[in-house]
Nanobody, 114 residues
Framework: QVQLVESGGGLVPAGGSLRLSCSASGFVFRLKTMYWYRQAPGNQRELVARITPGDSTNYADSVKGRFTISRDNNKDMVFLQMTNLKPEDTAVYYC????????WGQGTQVTVSS
């Protein structure tokens, strides 16, 4: 059974950094593209970053140059390093993948104070 568990969220001042982690299980992690999404109150969930099995990455324009997605196939984990955080980055961040259907973690709250 596929499970995704996010951690690492918190409250940080603008300009600060956080590193989110997502621990995956129940599928062959190294073969799957992994995604980070976020959802702010009143907004739709939006794609933040993705990383392919070959380590190709893509980012939303709003986070390019500030966020870095990476993966550790030995530990079945995906990470999102977030730097120079802005108040508009405040959201619940979710890990995501596809394994026959879409799977989501429970999310981790990131709050950036101005």
């Amino acid at each position: 059974q596929v499970q995704l568990v996010e951690s690492g969220g918190g409250l940080v001042p603008a300009g600060g950094s956080l590193r989110l982690s997502c621990s995956a299980s129940g599928f062959v992690f190294r073969l799957k593209t992994m995604y980070w999404y976020r959802q702010a109150p009143g907004n739709q969930r939006e794609l933040v970053a993705r990383i392919t099995p070959g380590d190709s990455t893509n980012y939303a324009d709003s986070v390019k140059g500030r966020f870095t997605i990476s993966r550790d196939n030995n530990k079945d984990m995906v990470f999102l390093q977030m730097t120079n955080l802005k108040p508009e980055d405040t959201a619940v961040y979710y890990c995501n993948t596809w394994q026959g259907r879409e799977y989501w973690g429970q999310g981790t709250q990131v709050t950036v104070s101005s």
